[in-house]
């Protein structure tokens, strides 16, 4: 039994091998996969994962929303230590992003047996379900479940893109599970995932240290005009849809880079009706991604841009509907969980430095349940989403160094 663990190290080249082998399952050319939650190729590398797990020694539940949580026991009878983040991809993704922190808490327990080191508490990984948001609504999805946002039948009647049911398709790949959602208590959880942004390569850093997720409101704008024909409605005679959306469109922009460097405001979906080249569009609706780490400046901005539609649709004689469909308030992650991974990558002679997220992950809603905090590793020109997505080995290596260290320090030596 291992007693110094301060020379034990993830083994590297194995937990570059298992992405690998990973990425075989729904790939897709230029080294990119595509993993839409609860498909064929879903159901596949949860398989894969599990029959991972088992074979290092543990045991996999299943919950209500699909999440699967593989422990590893400890001396004690109590809640893990826990990491963890997706298995779901993005319909023309890379290997890293989310699969990163699944299979580096993977290698942890594989490191952990490899070294005969026996835990005080349990140590597990998390895949949770459908963070992608891609083929089901609701990004994030089994995570903010688990974290008590979702009713059951609610969440079980959810529809994708396709038609099918969320709890239907659990079903049929045979990942409905029999934990009620959030009854898989965690002591504490660390998620591991690539930044997805430029900083850290950037910088020549290895490790951020993720402190603070920001939140996030999607805002709905229906935009009502007139349908009238192209050729014969004056100029100073229309309630063109496209236009008044447009002017608010590019005020928007506006709004983000007034309030630089930290707020996102994004236009990223457009449809006009009816969408025929020889008539004045009578209807448009588009989405806002507003991102921001403060609340009250959330909401600030939020009235803002109530304000300024109104205004641009008047100007064109339009009606306009602003409507919030989706509310992530900002999280602050616990400070001794930071602290643990900021002790952890200092023993290692890592170096790391303090960051924000501007993306959305699984410990947002989990860290609002549970003490959690998150670590960066870099990635190529920051680049995600995408099948360019890369990641050095040697930096996954040092991320998961660090996370194994942080949890052993939670999870103490027996």
């Known amino acids: ?32 996969c595509c993993r839409l939650t609860l498909t064929d190729e879903d159901k596949r590398a949860r398989d894969l994962f599990a029959e ?73 990984v998390v895949n949770w379900t459908n963070e992608e948001g891609v083929r089901f609504p609701a990004g994030i999805l ?10 059951l039948d609610d969440l079980h009647r959810l529809v994708a893109t396709d038609g099918a049911t969320f709890g239907d398709e659990l079903k049929r790949i045979g990942y409905d599970g029999e ?15 690539i930044e997805q942004g430029p900083v850290l390569e950037r910088e020549d850093i290895p490790v951020g240290v993720v402190t603070k997720v920001q939140g996030l409101r999607w805002i709905e704008v229906t935009v009502t005009g007139a349908d009238r024909h192209a050729g014969t409605t004056p100029m100073d005679a229309r309630s063109d ?12 922009e506006a709004l983000g880079l007034a309030h630089a460097p930290d707020a996102r405001v994004t236009v990223g979906r457009l449809d006009v009706s009816p969408n025929s080249g020889s008539t004045i569009p009578g209807g448009t609706l588009f989405n806002i991604d507003l991102r921001h780490p403060e609340l009250e400046t959330l909401d600030r901005l939020e009235g ?14 339009a009606r306009v509907d602003v409507r919030r469909t989706v509310e992530m308030p900002p999280v602050d992650f616990d400070e001794t969980c930071v602290a643990d991974l900021e002790r952890a990558a200092a023993a290692l002679d890592i170096p790391s430095r303090r960051m924000l997220s501007g993306a959305l992950h699984d410990a947002s809603p989990v860290g609002t349940i549970v003490p959690a905090a998150m670590i960066f590793v870099p990635c190529r020109d920051g680049i995600s989403h995408n099948e360019a997505e890369w990641a050095e080995p040697a930096h996954l290596e040092a991320g998961c160094n660090v996370m194994l260290h942080a949890m052993l320090g939670r999870a103490g030596v027996a």
Do not use: K
């Open 179 to 193: 934990l009620g959602l959030g009854a898989f208590e965690m002591a504490a959880f660390y998620e591991a995932h």
């Open 304 to 317: 803002e841009i109530a304000a300024l539609c109104n205004a641009a649709a008047e100007r064109q004689s």
């Open 52 to 124: 991972w797990c088992v074979a290092a020694g543990c045991r996999v539940d299943v919950d209500l929303a699909g999440n699967m949580f593989a422990t590893r026991p400890g001396r004690q009878a109590a809640p893990p230590v826990a990491t963890g983040s997706h298995l779901d991809t993005q319909p023309h993704g890379g290997r890293f992003d989310g699969i990163y922190g699944v299979l580096a808490g993977l290698e942890v327990i594989r490191t952990l047996n490899d070294a005969d080191i026996e835990t005080e508490l349990p140590v597990a």
């Open 1 to 32: 039994m291992a007693s110094d663990v301060s020379g034990v190290r993830v083994n590297g080249e194995r937990l570059w091998q298992t992405h690998m082998e990973m990425a075989e399952i729904g790939a897709i050319p230029n080294d990119g």
């Open 241 to 252: 849809s496209l236009v008044a959306a447009a002017r608010m469109i590019v005020e928007l």
């Open 142 to 151: 089994g995570s903010t479940a688990y974290a008590g946002r979702w009713a």
